[in-house]
């Protein structure tokens, strides 16, 4: 019996970043949730006001057999724009970071590389700013928040 690893990552909303990261072969669960803040079980209107410190994160449950973690860090950088800070599209605060939380010495090991040759591709005209961090407590969000797009027959969010 293979057993699964959990990945974190922060790219804005955590609508979309959840219905990206569940499509890829090889995730076997996804929860959105709040990561990163002081405020002990905090409420989405909490993390909204950018009081608690928390960034909006998808805890991704992968098959590390059928899926590599490198994989899902092509899926984080794909599916935001790393170098702004505190913003994804009409998404302003620092609720909506981009960050990755490591599980462990390789995520970090692997995420630090992956950010820094991602930082010299010239990919993007200036510098990613994602910060990388220790995976603190994850607290799921609101049932109303779990496959938000799924439940609304939407593919995508809005973009402005």
Same mark, same amino acid.
């Given at each position: 019996?293979?057993?699964?690893?959990?990945?974190?990552?922060?790219?804005?909303?955590?609508?979309?970043?959840?219905?990206?990261?569940?499509?890829?072969?090889?995730?076997? !669960?996804?929860?959105?949730?709040?990561?990163?803040? +002081?405020?002990? %079980?905090?409420?989405?209107?909490? $993390? &909204? /006001?950018?009081?608690?410190?928390?960034?909006?994160?998808?805890?991704?449950?992968?098959?590390?057999?059928?899926?590599?973690?490198?994989?899902?860090? !092509?899926?984080?950088?794909?599916?935001?724009?790393? +170098?702004?800070? %505190?913003?994804?599209?009409?998404? $302003? &605060? /620092?609720?909506?970071?981009?960050?990755?939380?490591?599980?462990?010495?390789?995520?970090?090991?692997?995420?630090?590389?992956?950010?820094?040759?991602? !930082?010299?591709?010239?990919?993007?005209?200036?510098?990613?700013?994602?910060?990388?961090?220790?995976?603190?407590?994850?607290?799921?969000?609101?049932?109303?928040?779990?496959?938000?797009?799924?439940?609304?027959?939407?593919?995508?969010?809005?973009?402005?």
């Amino acid at each position: 019996m293979t057993t699964t690893q959990k990945a974190t990552f922060g790219a804005g909303c955590f609508w979309g970043v959840e219905a990206a990261f569940r499509e890829v072969p090889g995730v076997v !669960d996804t929860a959105a949730g709040y990561a990163g803040g +002081t405020t002990r %079980n905090p409420t989405d209107e909490e $993390v &909204g /006001s950018a009081r608690t410190g928390h960034a909006e994160v998808v805890e991704v449950e992968y098959d590390p057999e059928t899926i590599a973690y490198k994989r899902l860090l !092509d899926v984080f950088w794909a599916n935001h724009d790393p +170098t702004s800070l %505190n913003r994804q599209g009409p998404d $302003v &605060g /620092s609720q909506y970071r981009s960050v990755i939380f490591f599980h462990s010495p390789e995520q970090e090991a692997a995420a630090r590389a992956s950010r820094e040759q991602l !930082d010299r591709s010239g990919k993007f005209p200036r510098p990613i700013v994602t910060e990388i961090a220790p995976a603190p407590a994850f607290y799921r969000a609101e049932e109303g928040h779990q496959r938000y797009l799924e439940k609304h027959g939407m593919a995508r969010c809005a973009t402005s």
